[in-house]
């Protein structure tokens, strides 16, 4: 069964500290790959996502994750973080083929601290 | 821009009520998801119709749930005779999936969050 793995469940960092957070999962197949955040009273919102091509992926709000096939690994990264990134991030996989259901990891809380 | 809408955003309710949740998706979208989220984990999925069909139900689903898309526009959601179990956060998103193109990305809504006393 599909799975994913989010080590970190909290992080705090200070403003303009360079942020890295951790996504492992397991599935033996083709995968796309999925950020969303959800900051505070907001609904869940794409970050970046991978299909793919170029492994390096650049999203919204300056934020980039890179697919590391041998590693299973699709972690999160940001070199300057805001007081405004203050939010939970969900790293997230579907079946390539299917395409249907997410398989969402269990989030990590970032908190930014001014 | 008319995103995913689900309604209500709250609901409390005894236990042993049912409870009906609605779900409106992005217009054109033909796939529509439930997911539920418990405090302190990510969205686990639910179901999902392509147009008027369900497609998939997960082990989640009891008999007690029972989700419908009757005319492949928006989509409820019953629990009946619920449990305290039950409180959590229902996501709904939604998807615009050609044949053949299996890229589409999921839209959420805010959700509904349900209590059960």
């Known amino acids: 069964a599909q799975s994913v793995s989010q080590h970190n469940h909290h992080v705090i960092l200070s403003e303009a500290a360079s942020l890295e957070l951790g996504c492992n999962y397991s599935?033996?197949?083709?995968?796309?790959l999925f950020w969303y955040v959800q900051y505070p009273g907001q609904h869940l919102q794409l970050l970046l996502k991978?299909?793919?091509?170029?492994?390096l992926v650049k999203g919204i709000k300056g934020f980039e994750a890179e697919f590391i096939k041998s590693k299973f690994s699709f972690n999160l990264r940001k070199p300057s973080v805001q007081w405004s990134d203050t939010a939970e991030y969900f790293c997230?996989?579907?079946?390539?083929?299917?395409?249907?259901?997410?398989?969402f990891g269990s989030g990590t809380r970032l908190s930014i601290r001014p | 821009d008319t995103g995913v809408s689900q309604d209500p955003r709250h609901k409390i309710t005894k236990r042993g009520q049912n409870v009906t949740f609605r779900c409106d998706p992005i217009?054109?979208?033909?796939?529509l998801y439930w997911y539920r989220q418990t405090l302190g984990q990510g969205p686990e999925f639910l179901t999902y119709?392509?147009?008027?069909?369900?497609?998939?139900k997960s082990r989640l689903l009891s008999d007690r749930f029972s989700a419908e898309r009757p005319k492949g526009s928006f989509s409820t959601l019953e629990i009946q005779r619920t449990e305290q179990g039950d409180s959590a956060m229902y996501l709904c998103?939604?998807?615009?999936?050609?044949?053949?193109?299996?890229?589409?990305?999921?839209?959420f809504g805010p959700g509904t969050r349900l209590t059960v006393l």
């Open positions: 998103a939604s998807s615009l999936t050609r044949t053949g193109t299996p890229t589409d990305t999921q839209y």
């Open positions: 599935y033996g197949g083709t995968v796309n």
């Open positions: 991978y299909f793919s091509g170029d492994p």
């Open positions: 997230a996989v579907t079946q390539y083929s299917s395409a249907s259901k997410i398989i």
């Open positions: 217009s054109e979208h033909n796939r």
């Open positions: 119709f392509q147009n008027e069909a369900q497609l998939e």
